[in-house]
């Protein structure tokens, strides 16, 4: 039930994160994914089980992909439409 991860971080994509299975590689990951995706760059290894918590992914999610397809993408989180606002509206200093 135990599976080793490597988890690698996408260098066009803040807060995007590959897993895949450490024995297998990123052989099972389709090369599209990987143009998207850019340059893999490792950022850790794991020991992944059904019921390990994660930070923003279930456990169970990441091992039933990594042992159906073989690798898992974590996807950015979803960001708020009023922080957006935030960067867009110029902000005036009121003295």
């Known amino acids: ?3 080793i991860t490597e988890v690698f971080r996408s260098p066009k994509r803040d807060e995007m994160y ?3 299975d450490r024995q297998k590689g990123l052989k099972p990951v389709p ?3 990987l143009a ?3 340059t893999p760059e490792s950022v850790m290894t794991l020991v992944l089980t059904p019921d ?3 930070a923003r992914a279930e456990g169970s999610e990441v091992y039933n992909a ?5 690798y898992y993408l974590q996807m950015p989180p ?3 439409d009023y922080l957006l606002d935030l960067y867009r509206t110029p ?3 009121r003295y």
């Open 1 to 3: 039930m135990k599976l």
């Open 52 to 54: 390990r918590k994660l």
């Open 66 to 70: 990594l042992r159906t397809q073989g």
């Open 91 to 93: 902000t005036e200093a």
């Open 78 to 80: 979803a960001r708020e």
């Open 31 to 33: 090369e599209s994914l």
């Open 18 to 20: 590959l897993y895949v």
């Open 36 to 38: 998207h995706f850019g």
